[in-house]
């Protein structure tokens, strides 16, 4: 039987190791999780004679951008050879100058970057700044993996608001906790492994947002306990209209300018005891229902340069995240096992005139639990438009 012959690209590089490379480079852009914002997370690998000269990857506090922590990896060695990069090189000059210079300086023949930029205003600029310098570009492969990785900052360079991502844990029949629950104590709906990658979501968003319900039935912390750098804490949002949260919270133990208290309430002494430990108290005016305007404090977030906000909450806030239509994406963990009648279920309140739906997901088992995770509204097809399918 004749062997199918290797698809090799343009360049003579085999399509596998293009993919190698691109993985590689993927990989070493995940390193700058939690380290990365408000800028992107990107990876870049140098390869030459089909080995590794240099790799690099972004850390805002390091201020140099991926390509150029590989080109000083690479040194000579960077003449003639081609790196792979999970987003588009920038062409602006902002805290750096930028890398298509410095990828042309160093003498690169050949650059592999996964996606565009997102920024409407510079997609393409990198390229072309490549091209007219006599480097070969070319796009992909990992297009898809290399855009989700920076599905926030997308949103955030074309909106200057965070992407939301909503997170519930449910079971079969939809619920979220047990008819009835001490006071203070949390009931585990998912297993270990689900937890850890609840974990690994925290680490890699910029705020998490929960309601005062939350807070007062579970007494949480609401930490990310991933064990791995960032370069800020995780912000802490509590929606609490009424400005009921108890002094002796555990999330009010060692605050340290990560917790935000979001409020209608006008009483000055129960403000006054929160901004004592640590707490911004932020208030926020009532939208129609009464409740706090989620849009007005996405605004806010946004100004603040949060990139990413996940939803830890109850039945009520998931339903009106996804009633007022402020959720981008959805995590739900799902385990395999049912609450029964009485339960608390995953959303409650105000019938919606209508919820959103996934555009597409993906599935994914955790041990006993189902991971389904998709996007309600691709920040990536509204920056690039669908010219770029
Ligand atoms: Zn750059």
Same mark, same amino acid.
């Given at each position: 039987?004749?062997?199918?012959?290797?698809?090799?690209?343009?360049?003579?590089?085999? =399509?596998?190791?293009?993919?190698?490379?691109?993985?590689?480079?993927?990989?070493?852009?995940?390193?700058?999780?939690?380290?990365?914002?408000?800028?992107?997370?990107?990876?870049?690998?140098?390869?030459?004679?089909?080995?590794?000269?240099?790799?690099?990857?972004?850390?805002?506090?390091?201020?140099?951008?991926?390509?150029?922590?590989?080109?000083?990896?690479?040194?000579?060695?960077?003449?003639?050879?081609?790196?792979?990069?999970?987003?588009?090189?920038?062409?602006?000059?902002?805290?750096t100058?930028?890398?298509?210079?410095?990828?042309?300086?160093?003498?690169?023949? *050949?650059?592999?970057?996964?996606?565009a930029?997102?920024?409407?205003?510079?997609?393409g600029?990198?390229?072309?700044?490549?091209?007219?310098?006599?480097?070969?570009?070319?796009?992909?492969? $990992?297009?898809?993996?290399a855009?989700?990785?920076?599905?926030?900052?997308?949103?955030?360079?074309?909106?200057?608001?965070?992407?939301?991502?909503?997170?519930?844990?449910?079971?079969?029949?939809?619920?979220?906790?047990?008819?009835?629950?001490?006071?203070?104590?949390?009931f585990?709906?998912?297993?270990?492994?689900?937890?850890?990658?609840?974990?690994?979501?925290?680490?890699?968003?910029? =705020?998490?947002?929960?309601?005062?319900?939350?807070? !007062?039935?579970?007494?949480?912390?609401?930490?990310?306990?991933?064990?791995?750098?960032?370069?800020? *804490?995780?912000?802490?949002?509590?929606?609490?209209?009424?400005?009921? !949260?108890?002094?002796?919270?555990?999330?009010l133990?060692?605050?340290?300018d990560? !917790?935000?208290i979001?409020? *209608?309430?006008?009483?000055?002494?129960?403000?006054?005891?929160?901004?004592?430990?640590?707490?911004?108290?932020?208030?926020?005016?009532?939208?129609?229902?009464?409740?706090?305007? $989620?849009?007005?404090?996405?605004?806010?977030?946004?100004?603040?340069?949060?990139l990413?906000?996940?939803?830890?909450?109850?039945?009520?806030?998931?339903?009106?995240?996804?009633?007022?239509?402020?959720?981008?994406?959805l995590?739900?963990?799902?385990?395999?096992?049912?609450l029964?009648?009485?339960?608390?279920?995953?959303?409650?309140?105000?019938?919606? =005139?209508?919820?959103?739906?996934?555009?597409?997901?993906?599935?994914?088992? !955790?041990?006993?639990?189902?991971?389904?995770?998709?996007?309600? *509204?691709?920040?990536?097809?509204?920056?690039?438009?669908?010219?770029?399918?």
């Amino acid at each position: 039987m004749r062997m199918p012959e290797t698809p090799q690209i343009a360049s003579g590089i085999p =399509a596998a190791d293009e993919l190698k490379w691109m993985e590689l480079a993927l990989t070493l852009a995940r390193e700058g999780v939690g380290l990365a914002s408000p800028n992107p997370t990107v990876g870049c690998v140098i390869v030459r004679d089909n080995k590794i000269v240099g790799r690099g990857f972004h850390q805002y506090a390091q201020r140099d951008h991926a390509e150029v922590v590989a080109l000083a990896e690479a040194g000579d060695a960077s003449r003639g050879a081609t790196a792979y990069v999970t987003l588009e090189p920038c062409s602006h000059y902002g805290r750096t100058g930028p890398c298509a210079r410095a990828l042309t300086e160093a003498g690169v023949a *050949r650059v592999v970057a996964a996606t565009a930029d997102p920024n409407p205003l510079v997609e393409g600029r990198g390229f072309a700044m490549l091209r007219s310098a006599g480097i070969e570009v070319s796009l992909g492969p $990992l297009t898809a993996q290399a855009r989700e990785l920076n599905d926030a900052f997308a949103h955030f360079i074309r909106y200057r608001k965070p992407l939301v991502s909503l997170k519930i844990a449910a079971t079969l029949d939809g619920a979220i906790a047990p008819p009835q629950q001490p006071k203070g104590t949390s009931f585990a709906i998912t297993g270990a492994a689900s937890r850890a990658r609840v974990q690994e979501l925290r680490h890699a968003h910029d =705020a998490l947002l929960t309601g005062i319900g939350t807070v !007062l039935a579970d007494d949480p912390l609401l930490t990310d306990r991933s064990q791995r750098p960032r370069r800020q *804490r995780l912000l802490r949002i509590v929606l609490d209209s009424q400005l009921r !949260l108890p002094l002796e919270s555990r999330i009010l133990e060692n605050v340290a300018d990560d !917790l935000v208290i979001v409020t *209608r309430s006008e009483d000055d002494a129960r403000r006054q005891a929160l901004t004592a430990r640590g707490a911004r108290v932020l208030k926020l005016d009532a939208q129609a229902e009464g409740g706090i305007s $989620l849009r007005a404090l996405l605004q806010y977030l946004g100004e603040q340069e949060i990139l990413s906000v996940l939803i830890e909450a109850g039945a009520r806030l998931n339903h009106s995240a996804l009633a007022t239509d402020v959720v981008d994406k959805l995590y739900l963990f799902q385990s395999p096992r049912f609450l029964g009648p009485g339960s608390v279920p995953m959303l409650a309140g105000t019938p919606a =005139a209508r919820l959103p739906r996934l555009l597409r997901y993906s599935s994914e088992l !955790l041990d006993e639990d189902m991971l389904i995770a998709g996007y309600v *509204r691709d920040p990536w097809e509204a920056a690039l438009g669908l010219a770029h399918g």
